[in-house]
């Protein structure tokens, strides 16, 4: 981690409040597609695409952010990149034929490109806020991609229904993860705080006295 506790306890912040953002976007959009109630192909394209692009764009921050080792790093920024692509794949309507299948399969593997960056960023950073709560979020975006793949999709309304819920599931984690990382923080900087402001002992009655002794006692010398 940075040697600078302000620019740490910055850096932390902002990425917990953009944790705890993102996984409120995923718990909504997850209720607006479950809520829908027959999502057209293009619909549900257009709500994920949005999604995948800013999650896309909040790994590509934390690559740059976050003070990890470079493999680490550039693993974020690649998973970042390719779910911006991912998202803009999914803006395109490729027939009705082949739209759902196709849909899925973004969807799938953008679930698994940030679920993996996830874990191993917090493996990478031993001192990371929250560190067990983000490993659970990436692990169980793993699961949730390869369900996503692995499902046989025959409808729009039954690929809305998984991810919805997955969307949902993955929020709420991701909330979790979010407020771990802040009370984490929070501790280490009560933590600098004490260790910057000692606490001062009261002295007691004993070196009062010795005080006062060495103030009114005058050393006798030759006269």
């Given at each position: 981690m940075s040697d600078n506790p302000l620019h740490t306890s910055n850096l932390m912040r902002g990425i917990w409040t953009s944790a705890i953002l993102s996984g409120l976007f995923a718990v909504v959009l997850g209720v607006v597609i479950l809520a829908w109630p027959e999502p057209s192909v293009v619909a549900a394209a257009v709500l994920l695409g949005v999604y995948l692009v800013a999650s896309g764009v909040a790994l590509v921050f934390l690559a740059f952010s976050l003070p990890a080792s470079a493999g680490s790093r550039f693993l974020t920024f690649i998973s970042g990149v390719a779910s911006v692509a991912l998202g803009i794949l999914a803006f395109r309507h490729f027939g009705q034929g082949y739209a759902v299948l196709l849909l899925a399969i973004w969807?799938?593997?953008?679930?698994?490109?940030?679920?993996?960056?996830?874990?191993?960023?917090?493996i990478a950073v031993p001192e990371f806020p929250g560190r067990g709560w983000a490993i659970f979020f990436g692990v169980i975006?793993?699961?949730?991609?390869?369900?996503?793949?692995?499902?046989?999709?025959?409808?729009i309304e039954t690929l809305a229904l998984v991810v919805g819920a997955s969307l949902i599931i993955?929020?709420?984690?991701?909330?979790?993860?979010?407020?771990?990382?802040?009370?984490?923080?929070?501790?280490?900087?009560?933590?600098?705080?004490?260790?910057?402001?000692?606490?001062?002992?009261?002295?007691?009655?004993?070196?009062?006295?010795?005080?006062?002794?060495?103030?009114?006692?005058?050393?006798?010398?030759p006269r």
């Open positions: 969807v799938g593997v953008g679930f698994i490109f940030r679920g993996v960056s996830v874990t191993a960023s917090a975006g793993i699961i949730a991609g390869f369900v996503v793949l692995a499902y046989p999709f025959d409808s993955l929020g709420e984690v991701e909330v979790g993860s979010g407020v771990g990382m802040r009370r984490d923080v929070k501790k280490a900087e009560s933590s600098v705080t004490s260790a910057d402001c000692p606490v001062r002992v009261a002295p007691t009655t004993t070196d009062k006295s010795a005080a006062l002794q060495s103030q009114w006692v005058r050393p006798v010398g």
